[in-house]
């Protein structure tokens, strides 16, 4: 399947640096999120159309900061990517953004195995992981606490977050409150200063417990799809730049403080 893609910068992570490459990239188009237009299809697709929108995981093989992309429509495992139509309320970037930082997201939280009413913390709760990962413990039935800095309070807040902890000002780890759940969403945190904070029996994940991405199925994305329809959970958007700047994008994400997502757009010429 061949689409028209907006798509979300790369992320520093460690195993998919080592597979990318320690001096320069081993491939040439880096990106994994996307959204766009199904502009052609293999002679034995059946789940989609030409012109629809979709959304999309582009796995391992990467590509996706490009104008085009090949998918399989049925992915048996991550690696190879994952396609699900796109939700009908999000915009091509919104819906780029809900991609691979909610799908990981959507696996801590159910790693969490969150109960209704239990007590969750997430910390780095304004990232593109803590966004989604706020978002989807309200909907897992939690009393949510985000933590983060003092400009994003109140983006947190309206989140779903009961309550808010400024990193910058309050040690979470030592107050009286304890948590049932603690997922550290930006791999900040030690697992000792997040034991201090546990109730008994508590887990605690961090997003460098990366392996296990296996475990994502295009299941995931669909389900995604539908609790965006439902107006459950949503993107965040820092900030857009086109294809043409995706340097500058590249160095703004490195500086580690981005809200949410940083979305690169990419401009289609009418075809011949
Ligand atoms: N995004 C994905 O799809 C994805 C998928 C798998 C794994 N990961 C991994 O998950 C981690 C998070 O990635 P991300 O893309 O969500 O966000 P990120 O760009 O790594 O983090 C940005 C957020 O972290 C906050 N932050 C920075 N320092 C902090 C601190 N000391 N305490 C609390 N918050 C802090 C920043 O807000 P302030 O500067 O205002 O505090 C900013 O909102 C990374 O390790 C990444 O490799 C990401």
């Known amino acids: 399947m061949r689409i028209r893609s907006f798509t979300v910068p790369f992320w520093q992570w460690l195993p998919a640096r080592l597979y990318l490459g320690i001096r320069k990239p081993k491939r040439a188009i880096l990106g994994m999120e996307l959204?766009?237009?199904?502009?052609?299809?293999?002679?034995?697709?059946?789940?989609?159309?030409?012109?629809?929108?979709?959304?999309?995981?582009?796995?391992?093989?990467?590509g996706a900061h490009a104008e085009y992309i090949c998918l399989p429509e049925n992915a048996s495992r991550i690696q190879?990517?994952?396609?699900?139509?796109?939700?009908?309320?999000?915009?091509f970037a919104e819906a780029a953004a809900a991609t691979g930082g909610a799908l990981t997201a959507l696996r801590f939280m159910r790693n969490g195995r969150i109960c209704p009413g239990q007590q969750v913390l997430v910390y780095g709760a304004s990232g593109s992981l803590g966004t989604f990962?706020?978002?989807?413990?309200?909907?897992?039935?939690a009393e949510v606490t985000g933590v983060c800095s003092?400009?994003?309070?109140?983006?947190?807040?309206?989140?779903?977050?009961?309550?808010?902890?400024?990193?910058?000002?309050t040690?979470?780890?030592a107050g009286e409150e304890k948590y049932d759940f603690i997922f550290d969403a930006v791999a900040r945190i030690l697992r000792r200063r997040a034991r201090k904070a546990l109730k008994k029996g508590g887990i605690f994940l961090s997003a460098h417990d990366a392996h296990g991405s296996a475990s994502i199925k295009s299941?995931?994305?669909?389900?995604?799809?539908?609790?965006?329809?439902?107006?459950?959970?949503?993107?965040?958007?820092d900030r857009t730049y086109p294809l043409e700047r995706i340097v500058e994008a590249h160095r703004y994400v490195?500086?580690?403080?981005?809200?949410?997502?940083?979305?690169?757009?990419?401009?289609?010429?009418?075809?011949?």
């Open 35 to 62: 959204a766009g237009e199904v502009e052609a299809l293999g002679r034995d697709v059946t789940r989609f159309k030409e012109g629809d929108w979709v959304f999309a995981f582009a796995g391992f093989g990467f």
């Open 150 to 169: 003092t400009a994003n309070l109140e983006l947190v807040r309206s989140l779903g977050a009961g309550r808010v902890i400024d990193y910058t000002r």
């Open 80 to 91: 190879e990517g994952m396609v699900a139509p796109m939700p009908a309320n999000m915009t």
């Open 133 to 141: 990962a706020v978002q989807l413990a309200r909907h897992f039935g």
């Open 254 to 272: 490195d500086q580690g403080h981005k809200r949410g997502s940083v979305v690169i757009t990419v401009a289609h010429s009418p075809q011949a």
């Open 171 to 173: 040690d979470f780890s």
């Open 219 to 237: 299941e995931d994305l669909v389900f995604l799809k539908e609790l965006i329809e439902a107006g459950k959970i949503r993107s965040v958007i």
